[in-house]
């Protein structure tokens, strides 16, 4: 029994080694030492919606002048080159954030959340139809 | 009939271990969809399990150390019996994970009774020891034979 546990011990050492050091060699981005933090899940049209009637503040990242012109309602103008200024500063890190912006093509989400993210900001949700799914569904 | 057991159980652990360390990052979201550790624990559970599957798994193939890789699959498959059963109790619609980020939703039933074999294979190879066909009977063999005598008679 003894020499058994000794193998199963020597083996899981092996194991861990290996998992950091291939993690480390692939530059994987898994920091085995850091708390997880989930990946901002993407919502339908009908989820955001509940979403924002419980209360979760919407960032638009759209173009200021295409905010200007219309945006969910009560939704924050975040345009991605104000991202260094962070316009969400005044929310709270508790606070649901959903994000959006002009429709599935776009791609600003990542960016976004990569930025929150270094801010504190982990409860994000990803809105991908955008406001274009946004305004044409009723 | 324990070569067989052993081998089928690698050939399990290996085939699930695979898709796990190839996609580590995808592996620590279905972890943390089981909602059982802290997210503290999560990221190095995602990357270490597969790898301890594949390092037990590819022992118990060449039949080296077999006894302590059986064990640990024994810990690993119980582990994961008690993971998708509490799982099922709490009523999470997740996906199950065991052979990788994706697939189909957690089935009851189906995932319980595949980590309750094998956690019964693993017990069975760990009692039964690896056989004759494995590099650890190969090794006893060699100490259990009696030393060849000299052609040289001492002077």
Known sequence: VKDTLLGAWALTVLALALALVTNHVRGLPVRPFQAFRPQPRYLTLAEARSWQQSGAAFLDLRPAEDYRQAHVPGALSVPLDRLAQRPWSNLSRQQVLVLYCAGRDCGAHALAAQALEADGYHRLLVMPDGWKGWSQTP | ??????????????????????????????????????????????????????????????????????????????????????????????????????????????????????????????????????????????????PRSSSRSPR
């Open chain 2, 1 to 146: 009939v324990r070569e067989l057991a052993r081998l089928a159980l690698a050939g399990v652990f290996l085939a699930a271990s695979l898709p796990k360390v190839a996609e580590p990052a995808a592996f620590a979201q279905t972890v943390a969809n089981y909602r059982l550790l802290p997210d503290a624990a999560v990221t190095l559970t995602a990357l270490a399990l597969p790898w301890l599957e594949l390092v037990a798994g590819v022992a118990l193939l060449l039949g080296l150390f077999s006894d302590s890789a059986a064990l640990l699959l024994a810990l690993v498959a119980a582990g994961l019996a008690a993971a998708v059963g509490t799982a099922q109790a709490r009523g999470l619609t997740i996906h199950c994970g065991c052979f990788g980020a994706g697939g189909d939703t957690l089935v009851p039933w189906p995932g319980l009774a595949l980590d309750l074999v094998l956690l019964a294979l693993a017990l069975y190879s760990w009692r039964a020891g690896p056989g004759r066909w494995s590099l650890d009977g190969w090794l006893a063999s060699i100490e259990s034979s009696p």
